[in-house]
């Protein structure tokens, strides 16, 4: 076999005013709607009672769950799927970032089987089947990709421990991009977010599951981002805007297909330890030590694609070498600079005693994504690589 790709399962809508379609969408799925949301912004800007106005227009019941906040707990999910068991929902609809529609799908797994025990589903004790609920996602950001993806990930809020889990049950039946609603995102978010979506595109592409289908999309989303994500920080236009959404969309299908790599399985596990710090934040802290390590121990393949990714982002690479595949490295630390996610662990909490438990988290939780790295790190390279991003 030369190679696999994942092909998703969600019927895309993409432009200005389509959430306009939710009700008449929606209704083609179910007749009592769970409408989940997090703690204010789309409540304040309007969307969510748009939402519900579609939902209600085209004949649906509606049950409203608000709250969800980033890094979403198995206690916020519990909650939700409490409420849309008591109200007999047979739809969930996420409206807001990652978190909420990361959180929704889990939902829609747990009022399915009509089990609010939802860690055993994501630590895969137990089977996600296709009695999990229809799912119709609204990305307020631009950066997660949840709103194609079969992935969500969720927090153990007990324990700290913060991890990933995959079904394609859990793809998302609909999404609807509403450019008005992703061009609300202010500056800190549009920054983070987008970082998220450079590190998929950047991860996709040197993952050892890594395809011709999505090297093409990862490279044209690098090229949209490296354009855009600093213009759209700095003073977004329309056209930025929709390049990033786009981008962000592309990240979201080549991570479904070739998965991320080690920056995201010890990532997800700094921002369990510490939900304070944002999910992009986290990446941004780790992207360069680990695109150095990649590129001082792999082989001729993996140095090529760095050299593509410096491209891509810019950079004038005439030959393919270590030291040119460096300059993706650059690119990525002023682009960094540009939006002001440039620091380390260390300005964002982390203290170096913790680093023995974010390495035990990252081998035990982090390992489906760390084993797509084009190298495989040892223990001690990992720790290494937390002390380099203090």
Same mark, same amino acid.
């Given at each position: 076999?030369?190679?696999?790709?994942?092909?998703?399962?969600?019927?895309?809508?993409?432009?200005?005013?389509?959430?306009?379609?939710?009700?008449?969408?929606?209704?083609?799925?179910?007749?009592?709607?769970?409408?989940?949301?997090?703690?204010?912004?789309?409540?304040?800007?309007?969307?969510?009672?748009?939402?519900?106005?579609?939902?209600?227009?085209?004949?649906?019941?509606?049950?409203?769950?608000?709250?969800?906040?980033?890094?979403?707990?198995?206690?916020?999910?519990?909650?939700?799927?409490?409420?849309?068991?008591?109200?007999?929902?047979?739809?969930?609809?996420?409206?807001?970032?990652?978190?909420?529609?990361?959180?929704?799908?889990?939902?829609?797994?747990?009022?399915?089987?009509?089990? &609010? +025990?939802?860690?055993?589903?994501?630590?895969?004790?137990?089977? %996600?089947?296709?009695?999990?609920? /229809?799912? =119709? @996602?609204?990305?307020?950001?631009?950066?997660?990709?949840?709103?194609?993806?079969?992935?969500?990930?969720?927090?153990?809020?007990?324990?700290?421990?913060?991890?990933?889990y995959s079904s394609r049950h859990i793809f998302p039946t609909a999404s609807i991009v509403d450019l008005d609603i992703v061009s609300t995102m202010p500056p800190k978010v549009t920054a983070e977010t987008g970082f998220d979506a450079l590190a998929h595109v950047m991860e996709a592409y040197v993952s050892n599951r890594a395809n011709p289908v999505t090297d093409v999309l990862c490279l044209r989303a690098m090229e949209l981002i490296a354009q855009n994500l600093v213009r759209v920080f700095v003073s977004p236009d329309p056209d930025s805007r929709r390049a990033m959404a786009l981008a962000d969309t592309y990240a979201g299908i080549c991570?479904? &297909? +070739?998965?991320?790599?080690?920056?995201?399985?010890?990532?997800? %596990?700094?921002?369990?330890?510490? /939900?304070? =710090? @944002?999910?992009?934040?986290?990446?941004?802290?780790?992207?360069?030590?680990?695109?150095?390590?990649?590129?001082?121990?792999?082989?001729?393949?993996?140095?090529?694609?760095?050299?593509?990714?410096?491209?891509?982002?810019?950079?004038?690479?005439?030959?393919?070498?270590?030291?040119?595949?460096?300059?993706?490295?650059?690119?990525?630390?002023?682009?960094?600079?540009?939006?002001?996610?440039?620091?380390?662990?260390?300005?964002?909490?982390?203290?170096?005693?913790?680093?023995?438990?974010?390495?035990?988290?990252?081998?035990?939780?982090?390992?489906?994504?760390?084993?797509?790295?084009?190298?495989?790190?040892?223990?001690?390279?990992?720790?290494?690589?937390?002390?380099?991003?203090?």
């Amino acid at each position: 076999m030369d190679f696999s790709f994942t092909l998703p399962e969600t019927n895309l809508l993409f432009g200005r005013k389509t959430l306009l379609e939710l009700g008449t969408r929606a209704k083609q799925h179910g007749k009592r709607a769970l409408l989940v949301t997090g703690k204010a912004s789309m409540r304040r800007l309007g969307f969510l009672q748009k939402a519900q106005e579609s939902l209600e227009n085209a004949g649906l019941k509606v049950t409203s769950m608000e709250g969800v906040g980033p890094n979403p707990t198995v206690a916020t999910v519990q909650r939700g799927i409490d409420i849309g068991l008591k109200s007999g929902c047979d739809l969930v609809v996420a409206i807001g970032g990652g978190s909420t529609i990361d959180a929704a799908k889990v939902m829609a797994v747990g009022i399915g089987h009509e089990d &609010s +025990s939802i860690w055993p589903y994501i630590r895969c004790e137990k089977e %996600t089947t296709d009695r999990t609920l /229809p799912i =119709i @996602a609204i990305p307020s950001t631009s950066g997660t990709g949840s709103h194609v993806t079969w992935y969500t990930v969720i927090t153990n809020q007990d324990s700290g421990e913060k991890t990933a889990y995959s079904s394609r049950h859990i793809f998302p039946t609909a999404s609807i991009v509403d450019l008005d609603i992703v061009s609300t995102m202010p500056p800190k978010v549009t920054a983070e977010t987008g970082f998220d979506a450079l590190a998929h595109v950047m991860e996709a592409y040197v993952s050892n599951r890594a395809n011709p289908v999505t090297d093409v999309l990862c490279l044209r989303a690098m090229e949209l981002i490296a354009q855009n994500l600093v213009r759209v920080f700095v003073s977004p236009d329309p056209d930025s805007r929709r390049a990033m959404a786009l981008a962000d969309t592309y990240a979201g299908i080549c991570i479904t &297909s +070739s998965r991320t790599i080690m920056v995201h399985g010890m990532g997800n %596990t700094v921002s369990g330890v510490y /939900p304070n =710090i @944002a999910h992009g934040q986290a990446l941004a802290c780790l992207t360069p030590p680990i695109m150095r390590y990649n590129i001082e121990n792999s082989g001729e393949k993996t140095v090529s694609k760095y050299c593509d990714i410096a491209r891509a982002l810019g950079e004038d690479v005439a030959r393919i070498d270590r030291k040119n595949a460096t300059k993706s490295v650059e690119a990525v630390l002023r682009i960094q600079k540009a939006i002001g996610i440039r620091m380390g662990l260390k300005d964002c909490g982390v203290t170096e005693d913790s680093i023995k438990k974010l390495t035990d988290y990252s081998l035990e939780l982090g390992m489906g994504a760390i084993s797509c790295n084009p190298v495989q790190p040892k223990r001690e390279d990992i720790v290494r690589i937390y002390e380099q991003s203090l």
